[in-house]
């Protein structure tokens, strides 16, 4: 087993209680799926452009661990488990596969290039992730009102457009989790939208080993009468 990747969970189960409530009871389960997606994207990063980086920590660390970082934060946003989450512009399933292996909620991973969606197909099997689905389309024709929560990390900056693309397939009460680096960036994002949302709050969260801030922007619609 990787080390980095077991001391980056522990740190995680460590220092939030909901996160260690998630993650302990199938911790060896969600490490042994995690290390056979990171085996399948170093096979075929080079291939297919899935991310950027030079070396497997860096993978961990910068992907992995970043997309599970706010796992507790994500949990706790609705006032019930939520039932659909999705992906926007998954790429190579970050933050979805991640995510959904830790939780039991119902995926959907929405990615518009082929090759991309084609490893997403290929890799979900493989880890046979039974809450996972995935849509290889472009967000504007996804169906409306889905989704309880959707996540996205590095899909696209906030700005109008893509907003009002998001929210239109969350469900009346859904809110948007967009993964975000430096607060200050994050506020200049959000000051261009915030008047189409009823609510929007920047949360810090932490990735082990990683010294850089990063921040979950969790952004409402408002609801127009």
Do not use: W
């Not at 490490?31 to 075929?44: A, D, G, M, Q």
């Not at 969350?170 to 430096?182: D, F, L, R, V, W």
């Amino acid at each position: 087993m990787c080390s980095i990747l077991i001391d980056g969970i522990d740190t995680l189960c460590d220092s939030d209680e909901t996160v260690k409530a998630i993650i302990e009871p199938r911790k060896n389960e969600i490490i042994s799926l995690l290390e056979k997606y990171i085996k399948e994207i170093e096979t075929f990063n080079e291939a297919y452009g899935l991310v950027k980086v030079s070396n497997r920590d860096e993978l961990i660390i910068k992907h992995i661990l970043d997309s599970l970082a706010p796992l507790g934060i994500i949990s706790r946003l609705l006032p019930r488990s939520p039932l659909q989450i999705a992906d926007a512009g998954s790429g190579a399933g970050l933050p979805g596969i991640p995510l959904a292996i830790a939780l039991p909620n119902q995926f959907t991973l929405i990615e518009r290039m082929g090759r991309r969606a084609g490893f997403l197909f290929s890799t979900t099997a493989l880890l046979r992730l039974p809450n996972v689905s995935i849509e290889e389309k472009e967000l504007e024709r996804i169906e409306s009102n889905q989704f309880d929560i959707v996540t996205f990390r590095a899909f696209s900056p906030l700005e109008p457009k893509i907003l009002k693309t998001l929210f239109r397939v969350c469900k009346e009460t859904g809110i948007i989790a967009a993964y975000k680096g430096k607060r200050e960036k994050a506020e200049q994002e959000i000051l261009s939208v915030e008047k189409y949302c009823s609510r929007s709050e920047i949360i810090p969260y932490s990735v082990p080993f990683l010294d850089e801030q990063r921040h979950l922007a969790v952004l409402k619609a408002k609801t127009i009468n």
